[in-house]
């Protein structure tokens, strides 16, 4: 596999904290490119011999905001078991429904694009349900849970010019943790 050309936004970018703009179909070319790439990305980042010949961080979601596009849309891909991988394309997403359970995830949220350890937890929904468009456009509902309701949280939240390090408690870092379920 070739690692696609990518440059990855560090936390310090004022552009991280901007909130994206709503896509329009149908995608250009360039934005199908940048999808693609980011999904190959991910995957080559979660293979650990590809990893460390390119010397990558892990990684599960991408938003196009961390390249520096600022559109909704961000990628998740899930390695469901040794060399098997989901990808999911979401486009203008909006949260429909959510848990009360909160959860959070005990060795702490990590990022892309934040390059440090961060102390603390960051409370989420258990389970949500999302709608959003497909690369074509087509409109989609999905359910999530656990991981990868918290994968989705991450993202829409850099959609909105959120990191996650702005949801834990400067005070208190692992503020209510024991009102949530560690997973």
């Given at each position: ?18 909130v ?39 990684g ?24 098997q991988?989901?990808?999911y ?5 909006k ?20 390059n ?17 468009q ?13 991981d ?36």
């Amino acid at each position: 596999m070739k690692l696609p050309n990518i440059v990855i936004l560090d936390e310090k970018d004022k552009r991280l904290h901007k909130v994206s703009q709503e896509v329009s179909f149908p995608l250009s070319t360039q934005d199908k490119k940048m999808i693609q790439d980011m999904l190959l990305y991910l995957k080559m980042s979660q293979i650990d011999e590809e990893r460390e010949k390119y010397d990558l961080r892990a990684g599960m979601g991408l938003s196009a905001v961390q390249l520096g596009v600022l559109k909704r849309i961000f990628v998740i891909v899930e390695e469901t078991e040794k060399g098997q991988f989901k990808n999911y394309v979401v486009i203008n997403p909006k949260i429909k429904s959510f848990s009360e359970e909160l959860i959070y995830v005990g060795e702490g949220e990590g990022c892309l694009s934040i390059n440090r350890e961060v102390e603390g937890i960051v409370p989420r929904y258990a389970r949500m349900t999302v709608e959003a468009q497909d690369e074509d456009g087509h409109f989609y509902e999905i359910r999530v849970r656990e991981d990868i309701s918290i994968a989705f949280q991450h993202e829409i939240d850099h959609l909105n010019g959120i990191l996650f390090t702005e949801r834990i408690d400067p005070k208190n870092p692992y503020k209510n943790a024991e009102k949530m379920r560690e997973i």
